[in-house]
């Protein structure tokens, strides 16, 4: 099984720097991970890093939120310093529904976030559990892993600063499994063979 380095090592990192005057939110689970490509196309499975689409999104900051993307699928404006300035507060809203819907039990915010927390928290957070699996990858002699994961996030969210390029939205997609793997993390398992 690649490393979750040589899995991620293709995603293109950005930094989105928030201007407008609302604020990013946190939680208990601060990485949220993303498909908005499998949102779109109404293709609900649970997906991993692995998968083609894959948006990780990580807040640092009320004003800073650090992104690895998957940029052979989306397409993006951005600084030559790859980082893309937010203005829009409906943006920031946007991407708080994604934090929110990825908390497990608490979402931390700044005071002047208050009122968002009131008006806003309780209608977007949808119904989440832990999925452990019944799968067992392993052996006697490298030891044994038991798959466990979080649901993964399937609300629609509108980020017109990420744009999923025409050609995926018709590829296939297998109707009984996770979904396509990016090109990068199939070679990275024929390495590790």
């Not at 979750?4 to 005057?21: A, E, K, Q, W, Y």
């Not at 946190?26 to 692995?50: E, K």
């Not at 948006?55 to 030559?80: G, M, T």
Request: net charge positive.
């Amino acid at each position: 099984m690649p490393s979750i380095t040589n899995i991620m090592s293709d995603l293109t990192p950005i930094l989105l720097r928030n201007t407008s005057n609302w604020q990013f939110i946190t939680s208990d689970c601060p990485v949220t991970i993303y498909n908005q490509l499998f949102a779109n196309r109404n293709y609900i499975r649970n997906y991993g890093y692995g998968q083609i689409g894959i948006q990780c999104f990580l807040p640092i900051s009320p004003r800073l939120c650090l992104v690895l993307i998957d940029s052979a699928v989306y397409s993006f404006n951005c600084d030559e310093y790859l980082v893309i300035t937010i203005n829009e507060p409906d943006q920031i809203i946007e991407l708080n529904k994604l934090f929110v819907n990825n908390a497990r039990r608490a979402i931390y915010f700044n005071n002047s976030e208050k009122q968002w927390k009131i008006e806003k928290i309780a209608k977007l957070k949808k119904s989440r559990s832990n999925n452990f699996g019944n799968k067992v990858f392993g052996n006697e002699k490298q030891g044994y892993l038991i798959l466990h994961s979080k649901v993964s996030v399937h609300c629609k969210v509108k980020l017109p600063k990420f744009n999923i390029k025409p050609e995926f939205m018709s590829i296939p997609f297998p109707p009984h499994a996770a979904g396509p793997i990016r090109p990068t993390v199939i070679l990275a398992e024929d390495e590790d063979k």
